[in-house]
Nanobody, 126 residues
Framework: QVQLVESGGGLVQPGASLRVSCAAS????????MGWFRQAPGKEREFVAA????????YYADSVKGRFTISRDNAKHTVNLQMNSLKPEDTAVYYC???????????????????WGQGTQVTVSS
């Protein structure tokens, strides 16, 4: 069992940076792949980024590639999403998720993830 708690959301201007974090409970955190998804009002939940158990492999949605960076610290049981050059279209609730097994072909599918956090709001507006 893994419990996930996101933090770090807020209101920022376009072009600004923000880091959201996810704290995980459970002794087996280092064995899980982790992902970030987001959901804007009236839209489906969409994949943002994922990282494998060791941090050696990362994956990004095309819309955030080059602007967002996912990282993890297994000793601290945390996974972070550094977001730079934020745009209004990045506005959404951001969710952290954990997957026991994550395939290279389905890392962007919400159904592959076993545990979810409650989400943190990120608003990009002038």
């Amino acid at each position: 069992q893994v419990q996930l708690v996101e933090s770090g959301g807020g209101l920022v201007q376009p072009g600004a940076s923000l880091r959201v974090s996810c704290a995980a409970s459970g002794r087996t955190f280092s064995s899980y792949a982790m992902g970030w998804f987001r959901q804007a009002p009236g839209k489906e939940r969409e994949f943002v980024a994922a990282i494998n158990w060791s941090g050696g492999n990362t994956y990004y949605a095309d819309s955030v590639k080059g602007r967002f960076t996912i990282s993890r610290d297994n000793a601290k049981h945390t996974v972070n999403l550094q977001m730079n050059s934020l745009k209004p279209e990045d506005t959404a609730v951001y969710y952290c998720a954990a997957a026991k097994v994550l395939s290279y072909s389905d890392y962007d599918s919400p159904s592959e993830y076993d545990y979810w956090g409650q989400g943190t709001q990120v608003t990009v507006s002038s």
